[in-house]
């Protein structure tokens, strides 16, 4: 994901990795923030208070694309083996804001 930050950014997406399997906390997710030098934001959810509501099974990362409304757009599974692709969340980021300018535009000329 981390190659495609500037493509994310190009489509005004912003990208939030909730970690729950994380029991070293705050700490491990400094390590990683320093190590990977990511430019995503970097969430905990320690207690899984909220996480197997959205990935139910242990040691899988299901993966939303929330429109600025806040509804989910797609979902893609994904597992400790088999992670979600750039490319398939710049795909429907890019139909998003197809979606958005034909509305943009619709609006400005009614």
Do not use: C, W
Not at 20 to 36: N, P
Not at 88 to 95: N, V, W
């Amino acid at each position: 994901m981390q190659e495609h930050a500037e493509d994310f950014k190009k489509l005004n997406a912003e990208l939030i990795f909730v970690f729950r399997e994380e029991r070293s906390g705050v700490r491990a997710l400094k390590k990683l923030r320093d190590e990977f030098e990511t430019k995503f934001t970097l969430a905990l959810d320690l207690n899984k208070a909220k996480t197997p509501r959205y990935s139910p099974k242990p040691k899988t990362f299901t993966n939303f694309v929330i429109d600025s409304t806040g509804k989910i757009r797609l979902t893609i599974p994904g597992s400790v083996t088999t992670r979600a692709k750039a490319k398939a969340f710049i795909a429907k980021l890019k139909e998003i804001e197809g979606e958005r300018k034909k509305g943009s535009q619709k609006d400005a000329s009614s």
